[in-house]
Structures are given as structure tokens and as C-alpha cells.
């Protein structure tokens, strides 16, 4: 895996390097002080994954994450000092398109080693799980008998990379009386959920709640999912946490809550499948396309990674591949649709 390493500190990037080279399949393939310059050298010589700093000569790494993922697109992992001293700019930069944030690596008086490198190398390893092809063959779920449900129809949407922006522009364009709940798995690290649902509640007219514990959906209300655990809907309508387990290469994964929504007979709603880098979602957004629900996934031209949507469209699991700004409004005359006329959801998929 080629490493670019982009850090205005001198000694944090000898740092970084002294914990990328030695690792195995791991190697640096350049460095750079500045944004402009980092930038300049991703178009020239795209690596594998870089790591961004934030305070950098000229350009910092915000506007630098922002350009290269509308130039040349690759995994970008913000190293920092401090994530809570820089919270609000690491933040930022996720939004621009970074997929998480460590800290760096830090030597702790007369100890051996450094701390945090573990870390760093773990988060290096869940990029390169991503990139590399899945060979998963997830069995899709079997729809357990029983009554047909009523009531609270489901939007469930996955995103990754890129992904908090894209969640804003969907969920500022939906009603504030919108019938449904909005069910919302976004990857990314724990510690920054309280800051999405805070960011996503000035966006939205409706109510933006991290799920702390089980409780039952509702309409109007967006539920967000805020623990390193899979975020799922059981046969009570409430949504719960399962603990992590599987061949999920993210926790919370996208696909463990779409697989539980398709397994839910007579469940009415869809899913939406935004931009991202990886897999995850695809598979399950099949599984609520068999179980008759409406599948979305977010079109190339808008993605910031065509990667998650990407997978979906070849694997046949989206009805509709849509540019970003048309997905709400989709979503809305969908939901409308079963609320106003009672259809079921695989007779209004296919009108």
C-alpha cells in the first residue's frame, strides 16, 4: 500500500514514517509540506492513502482534502496532534471527504515505542480493507413469516466518504411533516456522531437523535446511529444495537441495517445508498430490492467516491440511480405515495 504523507511538522512526518515503513506491505512514496503542493503531487502520482495533517504551509488540510477529492480522488485519513484541540477543522475535513481521523503517534518520555501507533496502523488497515476487492458472498436474508406491518414506513440510508455533506443536502429537502423515519448509518468515528447530529439538526426541519438505546421509530425524526456496533431494526419496529461480529468490514455497517429492514415482512419504504468508498451497503441494498422495497443509490457525477453506489448499480440492487439533489425528492413522492394511497412498496416500485 503506497502512503503519501502531508504534515507541515517536520518531526511529525519523520514520526509517521517511522511507523509506516517498518510495517509490512506498507511503504511511503512521497511527503509534502504544503497543500498546494500535496495536491499537485496526487494528481501527478495518486497514492493508496494519505496521511493529512491539518496545519500545513499555504493551503491548509481542509481546502487540500477538499481539492484533491474534486481532482483525484483517494482515501484520505487526517493525522492531528489533538482531535479534540482541532475538533471543529477535523471535522471540516471529513466533510470534505476524509474517511476518519487519529491522532499522531507520540513519543511518552523514556518509554520504548510510540503511542498511538497501534491505532494509526489499525485505521491504516480498515482504508486498505476497503480498497482491496471483497470477496464476500453475504447470503441474503430470508423474510420472516408473519403479519405484514404497518404503520411508520422506513427511509435507511448509508454513506461513507463524503458522505456527511451529501446527508445534508437529502435531509434539508425533506418535509418537516415527512411521514417516515429516517434511519442513518454513516461511517465514521464514534467521537465525531454528537458533532454530525448537531451539524445535521441545522440542516433539516426534522428532529436528529443519536440512538442510545432501543426505542421504537417515528416518524419525522432521524435516528443516527453513534456506537461501534450495528445499528438494526427488529420485529417490534424498534431499533437496537447488535454487537459486532461478521465479515462487516465497518461497524456500524450499512448493510447490516439495509439486511434487517428487507428481513421485515410487509415493511413499507427504501433505501438510499450515498457516496462512499468500499462496498458496504451494496449487498443489502439488493436484499430490500428482493424484498420489494425502493432502492436508490447515488449517481457517479455526484458522488466525491463512486465506491458504495458504484457497487450497488453493478450488483442490479438500485431501481433508481439518481444525481444528489434529486434523491429527496424522489424519496418524498415515494413515501407519499404509500402514506396517501396505501400502495404497497413493490407495486409503487414499479409504477
Known amino acids: 500500500m503506497r502512503i503519501a504523507i502531508v504534515n507541515g511538522d517536520r518531526l511529525a512526518v519523520e514520526i509517521l514514517r517511522a511507523v509506516v515503513e517498518p510495517a509490512p506491505g506498507l511503504d511511503v512514496c512521497w511527503t509534502a509540506q504544503d497543500g498546494g503542493e500535496a495536491v499537485a503531487r496526487c494528481a501527478a502520482d495518486t497514492p493508496d492513502l494519505i496521511l493529512m495533517g491539518m496545519q500545513l504551509q499555504g493551503m491548509d488540510g481542509v481546502e487540500a482534502t477538499r481539492r484533491i477529492m474534486g481532482a483525484t480522488p483517494c482515501p484520505v485519513l487526517v493525522v492531528t496532534a489533538t482531535i479534540a484541540g482541532a475538533f471543529t477543522r477535523v471535522y471540516d475535513a471529513i466533510a470534505a471527504g476524509a474517511l476518519d481521523a487519529v491522532e499522531t503517534p507520540r513519543r511518552i518520555g523514556g518509554e520504548p515505542g510510540l503511542a498511538g501507533a497501534e491505532e494509526l496502523l489499525r485505521k491504516i488497515g480498515t482504508v486498505s480493507s476497503l480498497a482491496a476487492p471483497l470477496a464476500r458472498g453475504l447470503a441474503l436474508p430470508k423474510p420472516a413469516s408473519g403479519a405484514g406491518r404497518a404503520g411508520v414506513p422506513v427511509v435507511a440510508i448509508g454513506a ?45 426541519p426534522l428532529a436528529v437523535r443519536l440512538l442510545d438505546r432501543p426505542e421504537p421509530i417515528a ?68 436484499a430490500m430490492r428482493r424484498a420489494g422495497l425502493m432502492t436508490i443509490a447515488q449517481d457517479e457525477g455526484t458522488s466525491v467516491v463512486w465506491g458504495m453506489p458504484g457497487s450497488a448499480v453493478r450488483q442490479n440492487a438500485a431501481g433508481d440511480v439518481l444525481p444528489l439533489e434529486r434523491i429527496a425528492p424522489a424519496v418524498v413522492r415515494y413515501i407519499r405515495s404509500l402514506t396517501d394511497r396505501d400502495a404497497s412498496p413493490k407495486r409503487a416500485c414499479d409504477e
Do not use: I
Open 160 to 204: 461513507s466518504t463524503g458522505g456527511p455533506q451529501a446527508l445534508g443536502v437529502v435531509l434539508s429537502a425533506l418535509p418537516a411533516d415527512f411521514p417516515a423515519a429516517v434511519l442513518v448509518v454513516q461511517h465514521l468515528d464514534a467521537c465525531f456522531a454528537d458533532h454530525l447530529a448537531q451539524w445535521l439538526a441545522r440542516k433539516t
Open 219 to 286: 416518524p419525522g425524526t432521524v435516528f443516527l446511529a453513534a456506537r461501534e456496533a450495528h445499528m438494526v431494526l427488529d420485529e417490534q419496529l424498534r431499533l437496537r444495537y447488535a454487537e459486532a461480529g461478521g465479515a462487516a468490514n465497518h461497524c456500524p455497517s450499512v448493510d447490516r441495517l439495509f439486511d434487517s429492514l428487507a428481513a421485515l415482512p410487509g415493511l413499507k419504504g427504501c433505501g438510499v445508498l450515498l457516496t462512499g468508498m468500499g462496498q458496504d451497503g451494496a449487498a443489502g441494498l439488493l
